[in-house]
């Protein structure tokens, strides 16, 4: 059995959007800095372009995090297998996701920087999945709304493969 890649959403269009995302969000902290927390693997290509596309000062900041245990369904229990090297106390946090599936991930990280005392929080996200929803959580900045799939590239991974792929796809097995 081999397994095929459909292409979703291609590098231009990820690009386009990811550009637009930093806009709003140097419009929307003018004169402000951002902390933006990178959730390790999959947000790090999305994280890394958008801060390059961001023009108030950033501080960036990567944090891992495990809510599935091997399958492709939330245990809904969140773990944090890595945790930030600096202070989030004080700073406009911005938790920077590949992609929101039952929404537990979100849920539990919004209210940890809300207790460690951040200054503000908001949640990017590349892609979003709102079939798939078990907890109601307020994202400020989507990238794309897709479909229930299970997605591959930009930083996205099925068994730690395809992460490098610089477009958004669909694994289809043959
Ligand atoms: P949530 O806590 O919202 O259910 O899950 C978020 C995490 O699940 C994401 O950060 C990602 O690691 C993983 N995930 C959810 N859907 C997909 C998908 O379609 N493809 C991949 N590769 N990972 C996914």
Not at 12 to 22: H, N, P
Not at 35 to 61: Q, W, Y
Not at 144 to 151: A, G, K, L, S, W
Request: aromatic residues 8%; glycine residues 8%.
């Amino acid at each position: 059995m081999s397994e095929n890649i459909r292409v979703l959403l291609p590098e231009e269009e990820l690009a386009a959007r990811i550009s637009e995302l930093g806009a709003q969000i140097s419009k929307d902290y003018e004169g402000e800095s951002v902390f933006l927390v990178c959730i390790l693997k999959g947000a790090a290509f999305f994280a890394c372009e958008l801060a390059k596309r961001i023009t108030v000062p950033v501080i960036i900041d990567f944090m891992a995090t495990s809510s599935y245990g091997s399958g492709t369904v939330s245990s809904g229990v969140v773990k944090i297998k890595k945790d930030l090297d600096l202070d989030p106390t004080g700073q406009n946090v911005i938790i920077v996701e590949d992609i929101i599936d039952s929404g537990n991930t979100l849920n539990y990280l919004g209210q940890l920087f809300k207790d460690r005392g951040a200054k503000s929080v908001r949640m990017v996200t590349m892609l979003d999945k709102p079939d798939r929803r078990e907890v109601d959580v307020h994202v400020d900045y989507t990238g794309f709304t897709i479909p229930d799939q299970f997605v591959v590239g930009y930083g996205l991974d099925y068994d730690q493969k395809y992460r490098n792929l610089p477009y958004i796809g669909v694994v289809e097995l043959d």
